[in-house]
């Protein structure tokens, strides 16, 4: 009902709070001295494309089918674990070769 709603809402709103400072903070971290601006605005425009792109996607994923739509996002969803399990160790790589030269702080 209406308690089960605030709570998620509650819980949301929690996690924003905690994920969006710190996030923002590592994308500043991680860039170069002269790419701030290209760091946060890229970092901002991928943030925000989710929230722009899903809900047209996903209405006319449902409007064929509402499986496809759950199908798609499970597929996606796969896709970017196994990205993110490949190209981990790569950033991993480069960023302690970055900072061992002065490359990043």
């Known amino acids: 009902g209406v308690a089960a709603v605030l709570a998620a809402v509650a819980v949301v709103t929690a996690g ?9 903070a590592h994308a500043a971290d991680r860039a170069p001295e002269a790419m701030h601006g290209r760091y ?7 943030s ?3 929230t722009v ?3 047209p996607l996903a209405g006319a994923l449902f409007g064929v089918d509402e499986r496809v739509m759950w199908l798609a996002g499970g597929l996606l969803a796969l896709a970017a674990a196994t990205a ?4 981990g160790p790569l950033l991993r790589t480069r960023t302690a070769a970055g900072t061992a030269s002065g490359l990043y702080r």
Do not use: C, H, R
């Open 16 to 24: 924003e709070m905690l994920y969006k400072p710190t996030a923002t």
């Open 48 to 50: 925000i494309g989710g």
């Open 53 to 55: 792109l899903a809900p």
């Open 40 to 46: 946060q605005s890229l970092y901002g425009a991928a």
């Open 84 to 87: 993110l399990l490949v190209i």
